[in-house]
Structures are given as structure tokens and as C-alpha cells.
């Protein structure tokens, strides 16, 4: 097996690991995968069950007869009840109602009767992998560790794929390997005992959203202060953001009822017209025994800073990187003042709010209320008539709508109110990806709308869910670089009862174009001051972004120097050159760069391998 470079170790809180069924052949398999720093959980038997890397408090273990649990995250259930649960389980469907039961982020690991269950959240925060390994399944949390032990190469069709913007579902969640192969959120891995049979087996259906908002709200609030609570119950020292967003306001204010001290942290915009620290100060003035902690504005670094430093190891491209040094620039400061966590309030704009697409069905079951709502959509987003009636008579299914997307990647950006109102953004190329890169991904588009199913019939859940996978596939490597950095992240939006909680309210009641959040702003009453539940605006950091692209000219212009992506015939890396040089371009406003930087700056840390197992150029 390939050793990984050292940025491989783990941090506090950052726990990734490999299962094994209970069996000689895999246990001989187990043992490639040691290296230094790995820990090993056994079978009752002592053969290998869990390897990998993790801290005590990042797992929780129980045995009782021929069953076995392993919770692995944040859970807030101990031993004893583990032990409990164990020792009921007479089949390994039991352990569905048991996921769902459980607050917090985790993953679940079953073992009964030498048959393994291996599964992450429903919200794809926590993922599961798996491959053939010398003839024995391996499951992961990641799939670069499987990817190593296979001495697999980097798939250019994937890298292709990447270069898509967005990548849709359900080509998102393809590993970048061949050969490994991802467990949807919404389901469970098992491995039958002769430790080569594998099946998917489902888990996790969204609720159905029937709630009143008065009806769901009380519930909402409860999710959301145990998902807190599960982080901040030990004490010690943590820190929240503190944006002046209702989002990141909520959690501290949950926090700051706990037995933990609480450290409030505040990046000021650079725009003056940014009223975020107004915000904040004023959430601030009701935490009296919280510690506010204002940056300066102009230290902080900005989209696209640092670039060509990272050697994070991901298992796949994120465009997380572009915001990789602003995400973990205070966390030393946080370190400093004892912080053991940080929470966020990443995750708020995905549960409370929700697609205004729902407005697609409510326009054929409740249409005169519909259109009371979308003249209020249309006024405040601009939306132009013609173009609202044509998205609203838009009835293709899912599989049609993809590959219609995969015949005009090269289109300009489709209007808003279309995204708005459809299965999504439908994705596209852009003038440097070369067409050799555009063959691949149309192939790839083709194949997968031949049997493409939505996320959820409803186009507003399915735009929802995606929107969180979407947002968790970014989290996910965030919350590594975090605990890499020494302050892991945690946010409690994105546990999968607090998701359940938003996604079971009424879309029609938690999308309106006259409040905003309505769903947060109830959850919250009574422990967020009003005068905060009032605030009905978001800074959108757009300065940043701007100053970003113009400050770090210089290397992005490096980044395409020897690029990657250019040796594997991708893109044109002097077109790419050229547009480096010409910042103020209008169309780079849009993100158009971001899957492409992602990608370049994913194959750069393929290099960064002591002994690469994928070559930069496959």
C-alpha cells in the first residue's frame, strides 16, 4: 500500500477509517493499511474490525453477543446505551431506526453475525466508500484511502466531469478512482459474511413537509438546541461565528445556554455598505458573558488567497478552496483564547429557506395562492414575466432536463428564474475547457440521464436536498483542513434530525418572498433577541470576491503555469493565462473559474503524495 503524505495524520475531531469484515483474508488485507498514528478497533474474535486514524472522544464503541456498534463523530450516546441498543439487535435492518434516532453527524458501523452495515448522514456531510481489495470489500470514510491501497490513478473522465459548472446530480458523487465506488447518503453498505458481497440498502427517505410552521417551528428549535448541545454539553471552551446573520446568531445564542464558555468571532466586510458587524454588535449587547471578538476587516484574506500553497489531502475537487484561507485564517486566534470546537452557521441558508422551485407543484394543487406568491418572487428577484410563465410550464422529467443540459454546455448562463423554478442550474463549459473535456462530460451526462431519477418527484425537495449535498460536499473538506489546522469545525444545521426537522414544515410556509427565514426567525423566538429575528438582509461578500480576483492576479497566472489540467488535455492553459491577466473580466463575476481551479488545485495535491498513487498525468 501506498503511504500517504503527511497531511494525511489527523487532527483533533477529524476521524476517518476503514471496516472490515471478521474474516482471516481480510484481515491480512487490514494490515496494509497500517501505518504510524493508525488505531485499530477488533472484532470479538481480535481480528481487525475498524482501521484508521481518530481520537478517543470521536468514537464510541459497544459489544453484546455477536453484535457490535461503532459510532464514530458526534453522538452524544455513551457506552451503556450503545451496549443496550447492541444487544438488541436481531437483524441488521434494525439499525435504521436506530440511525434515525440518534442526534448529531456520525457514522454508524454495524457488525452481526459476521455480516458488516457501514453508513454515513443522510445530509452527505459523513460519506461511505468502498472497493475490492485483494479480493476482500473494504469500506471507507474516504475514498483516496481506497484509492492508495488499489494503486489506482486519477479517472480523466472524472476530472472531466469536474470541470462542469455546476456538477449535477447524480454525477456529483462518482469517486475520482476507478474501481471505487460511493454509497449514496441515503443509504447503508452491507457486506454479507463471506466479505465480498455487498448491497445498497435504503435508510432515509426525506419527511414529508406537512407542517404548519406553528406546528414545526417548537420542533425545529429542539433539533437545533440538541445538535448544539451535543457539541457544547462537555464544557470547555468553543467559538461560533458570529456573522450577524440570523444563522450564525442562532447558534450562538444556543451556545452561550450551555456549560461551554463561548467565544463569538466577527470578520467585518470590506464593503462598506456590509451592515454585518451592525448586526453582530447588536446580538453581541445580549451575550453579555460571551467573548466578542472583532477582526480587523482588512486582515482578512481573500477569495482565491493561497492557492498554490494548499496540501490539504482531498478525495476529491471542492471549490472550498477558493475560501480555504478565509475559513481557517481565525482559527489560531480561536485556538489562543482555549477554543476546543468552532461552530457555524453554514447550513442555515440550505434548512431554513428552501427552493422557491416548489412553486412548480403549489401553481397546480393551490394555484391562486401560487400566484399571490410568485408576483411577490417576480418583484423581488426581478423575474421577468415571460421568462416566469416559461419555467413554470417547464413539466420535462428530471432525465429529460439532464440531457437536454448535456447538448448545451457551451450556452451562456441560463436566466435565474429558471434555476430558480427547475430541477437546478443546469451545468456548462466554458471557453478553456478544450473538447476533448467537453466529449467526456457530454458521454457522461448521456449516460446518466438514460436512468437519472430526482433526488425527490417534487422539484422544490429534490433542488433542496441536492442544494444540501451540494453545500455538505464543500463542509465535508472544510471541516478536515479545520481539524488539520488544530480547531475542528461543527455545523449543526447540517445534522440530519435538525434537516428532517426544517424539511417536514410546509414549503409554502417556509419559502415567501414577504419574510425571510420565517421558519428560523419562530424556531428561534424567545432565545434570539427580536430586534435580531428582524434583520431581512445578507451581506453577499461580492467586494471580496472582486479584490480577490484582482490582488491575486499574479498567482492564478501560476496556477496555470505547468497546469495540470493542461498535461491531461482538459483545458487550454493559455486561454486560461490570458483571462488570468485580465481580472475586471465581466463574466469571472459569475464563479465561472471556481471547478476549474478546483481541479487544477486537486491534481496539484495528488503530487504532493510522498509516493503519489496517481500520477498527475494518467
Not at 607 to 613: G, S
Request: hydrophobic residues 45%.
Amino acid at each position: 500500500m501506498t503511504e500517504l503524505h503527511e497531511s494525511a495524520g489527523t487532527g483533533p475531531g477529524d476521524a476517518h477509517f476503514t471496516v472490515f469484515t471478521d474474516r482471516e483474508d481480510a484481515a491480512a488485507v487490514a494490515r496494509s493499511f497500517s501505518r504510524p498514528g493508525t488505531r485499530v478497533l477488533t472484532h470479538a474474535s481480535g481480528r481487525p474490525w475498524l482501521v484508521g486514524q481518530w481520537h478517543d472522544q470521536d468514537v464510541v464503541t459497544a459489544h453484546a453477543g455477536p453484535a457490535a456498534l461503532a459510532v464514530i463523530g458526534c453522538c452524544p450516546v455513551d457506552a451503556a446505551e450503545l451496549e443496550r441498543r447492541a444487544g438488541r439487535l436481531r437483524d441488521l435492518a434494525d439499525v435504521d431506526a436506530l440511525a434515525r434516532s440518534l442526534p448529531g453527524s456520525f457514522h454508524l458501523v454495524a457488525a452481526l453475525d459476521g455480516r458488516l452495515r457501514v453508513q454515513g448522514t443522510a445530509s452527505g456531510l459523513r460519506l461511505v466508500f468502498h472497493a475490492t481489495v485483494d479480493g476482500v470489500r473494504v469500506a471507507a470514510s474516504r475514498a483516496d484511502v481506497l484509492a492508495a491501497a488499489l494503486g489506482a490513478a486519477a479517472d480523466p473522465e472524472q476530472v472531466a466531469i469536474r470541470l462542469l459548472w455546476p456538477v449535477p446530480h447524480p454525477l456529483a458523487e462518482t469517486p475520482m478512482w476507478r474501481g471505487v465506488t460511493a454509497v449514496p447518503p441515503q443509504d447503508a453498505l452491507v457486506v454479507a459474511a463471506d466479505g465480498r458481497t455487498v448491497r445498497h440498502s435504503r435508510w432515509w427517505t426525506p419527511p414529508e413537509p406537512v407542517r404548519t410552521l406553528a406546528d414545526g417551528a417548537p420542533l425545529v428549535r429542539e433539533a437545533l438546541a440538541t445538535a448544539v448541545d451535543a457539541r457544547t454539553r462537555q464544557g470547555g471552551v468553543v467559538s461560533c461565528d458570529l456573522s450577524g446573520g440570523l444563522d450564525s446568531t442562532s447558534i450562538c445564542f444556543l451556545a452561550d445556554r450551555s456549560p461551554a464558555r463561548v467565544v463569538a468571532s466577527t470578520w467585518p466586510g470590506r464593503d462598506p455598505a456590509d451592515t454585518d458587524l451592525y448586526w453582530a454588535e447588536q446580538a453581541a449587547r445580549s451575550l453579555p458573558e460571551v467573548d466578542h471578538v472583532v477582526w480587523d476587516a482588512d486582515a482578512s484574506p481573500l477569495v482565491y488567497d493561497d492557492l498554490l500553497a494548499i496540501d490539504d489531502l482531498l478525495d476529491e475537487p471542492t471549490i472550498g478552496v477558493m475560501d480555504r484561507s478565509r475559513v481557517l485564517h481565525h482559527l489560531p486566534g480561536m485556538a489562543e483564547r482555549g477554543s476546543r470546537l468552532h461552530l457555524t452557521g453554514i447550513g442555515g441558508d440550505h434548512v431554513a429557506w428552501c427552493s422557491e422551485a416548489y412553486y412548480h407543484r403549489l401553481l397546480r394543487t393551490r394555484p391562486l395562492f401560487a400566484l399571490r406568491q410568485l408576483r411577490g418572487f417576480r418583484a423581488l428577484w426581478q423575474w421577468p414575466l415571460g421568462a416566469t410563465a416559461r419555467a413554470l410550464a417547464d413539466a420535462r422529467p428530471y432525465g429529460t432536463w439532464l440531457a437536454d443540459a448535456g447538448r448545451r454546455l457551451r450556452d451562456p448562463l441560463p436566466a435565474t428564474v429558471s434555476t430558480s423554478l427547475g430541477w437546478g442550474m443546469p451545468p456548462r463549459l466554458f471557453d478553456w475547457v478544450t473538447p476533448d473535456a467537453e466529449a467526456m462530460a457530454r458521454r457522461a451526462l448521456r449516460e446518466a440521464a438514460a436512468n437519472a431519477v430526482p433526488l425527490h418527484p417534487d422539484r422544490g425537495l429534490h433542488a433542496d436536498l441536492d442544494q444540501i449535498r451540494s453545500c455538505t460536499r464543500i463542509i465535508r473538506q472544510w471541516d478536515r483542513m479545520a481539524a488539520r489546522a488544530g480547531v475542528p469545525m461543527a455545523s449543526p444545521f447540517l445534522d440530519d434530525r435538525v434537516i428532517e426537522a426544517c424539511l417536514a414544515v410546509r414549503p409554502s410556509e417556509r419559502v415567501t418572498p414577504w419574510r425571510y427565514k420565517p421558519l428560523l426567525a419562530a424556531a428561534m423566538a424567545g432565545i434570539v433577541p427580536e430586534a435580531c429575528l428582524r434583520r431581512s438582509t445578507k451581506a453577499a461578500a461580492s467586494m471580496d470576491a472582486s479584490n480577490g480576483l484582482r490582488e491575486h492576479r499574479a498567482e492564478l497566472l501560476a496556477l496555470w503555469e505547468d497546469s495540470r489540467l493542461e498535461r491531461l488535455g482538459l483545458v487550454d492553459g493559455a486561454a486560461l493565462r490570458r483571462l488570468a491577466q485580465r481580472p475586471a473580466t465581466p463574466e469571472l463575476r459569475e464563479a465561472i473559474l471556481y471547478s476549474t481551479i478546483a481541479a487544477e488545485v486537486w491534481l496539484r495535491g495528488l503530487d504532493r503524495r510522498t509516493e503519489p498513487a496517481a500520477p498527475a498525468s494518467p
